[in-house]
């Protein structure tokens, strides 16, 4: 690239050629005017990925790995190669719409003390996806767990998850969601890439609490929307992957908060995994779906030990 882009997309490819495709071409063809550079970093695909890549972008500057180095490493190999001032995490599994790239660009130029932003999210049926949040403090994890975040109206204790608002009006956010994360390219350098502790799940949230910390605001802004089918109704039950995004929560406070914290999301994930398990066994009478929910919950207590993280993140 002779000039500097004005863009560039940082996508992680694994096993997800299909998608992949589906992306890079959505990318392309919702680009308008923009200038961009398109990294993609493949974490050892054996699905075709990498030779589709090649045969049909050729225009993408491709990473292949030869191991599954896990999404922030790999993010921070992309990163190494971004020349725009703004940087796009996408993931592989989503689709671009209208022109969301060229007014998420737009909106950070715009907005001088705003260091990152997040846009709508849809499922794959067109339904809201619930990205952007709260930062998972003990006392929200606790909320979420006694289900005081879903009592109606204002008893609602409402600032996890963020139930209540349909994602259709501009708001400073805790942590804004890595499947679509446009942050300016100077805070990568100043804050640094994201942690590889992390190697699946809570590697944003941590980026972003870093990001405040260096006195960045950061946005949720309804400039456009994607379409991202890795999450909301199309999600499958996955017993692992609550595991690993459990391990993640508690790593994470680990980190930031030490010992003590670390013990304390353990101790609350622990209640709200046995806690599903114990009241969809209950509900089991209602049918397959409500004891397929309780085996589910179920393996994910038999494998609390793997929540605790094993590695130092220092």
Same mark, same amino acid.
């Given at each position: ?22 992306? !890079?071409? #959505?990318?392309?063809?919702?680009? =308008? /005017? ?8 493949? &974490?050892?695909?054996? @699905? ?41 995490? !996408?993931? #592989?599994?989503?689709?671009?719409? =209208? /022109? ?8 950070? &130029?715009?907005?001088? @003390? ?201």
């Amino acid at each position: 690239m002779t000039s500097r882009p004005d863009l560039s997309i940082v996508v992680v490819s694994y096993n997800t050629q299909a998608m992949t495709d589906d992306c !890079l071409r #959505s990318v392309y063809e919702q680009a =308008g /005017d923009l200038a961009l550079q398109v990294i993609v970093v493949d &974490n050892d695909s054996r @699905d075709g990925s990498v030779e589709m890549i090649k045969s049909r972008y050729p225009q993408v500057e491709l990473i292949e790995n030869n191991d599954n180095k896990g999404f922030a490493a790999a993010n921070n190999q992309g990163f190494a190669l971004c020349k725009a001032d703004q940087v796009l995490l !996408l993931n #592989s599994d989503t689709l671009v719409l =209208g /022109d969301v790239l060229k007014e998420s660009v737009a909106y950070l &130029n715009q907005h001088e @003390d705003v260091g990152a932003m997040g846009c709508r999210v849809l499922n794959s049926d067109r339904t809201l996806q619930r990205t952007c949040s709260g930062y998972p403090t003990l006392g929200r994890l606790l909320s979420m767990t006694l289900g005081l975040d879903r009592l109606p109206g204002r008893l609602a204790v409402d600032t996890y998850q963020l139930r209540s608002w349909a994602r259709d009006s501009e708001r400073e956010v805790d942590v804004i969601s890595g499947c679509y994360l446009l942050v300016r390219k100077s805070i990568i350098d100043q804050v640094g890439g994201l942690d590889e502790q992390f190697f699946f799940f809570g590697e944003e949230t941590d980026w972003c609490l870093r990001m405040r910390k260096a006195g960045w605001r950061l946005m949720f802004a309804p400039v456009g929307e994607i379409v991202h089918y890795g999450g909301g109704s199309v999600k499958k039950l996955n017993h692992r992957r609550d595991v690993m995004l459990t391990e993640a929560t508690v790593r994470l406070h680990k980190k930031n908060g030490g010992l003590l914290a670390a013990c304390g999301a353990f101790a609350i994930l622990s209640l709200f995994n046995g806690s599903r398990a114990l009241l969809w066994w209950l509900l089991s009478w209602k049918g397959a779906g409500a004891a397929e929910r309780a085996q589910h919950f179920r393996r994910v207590v038999l494998d609390i030990g793997a929540t605790w993280p094993r590695r130092s993140t220092e």
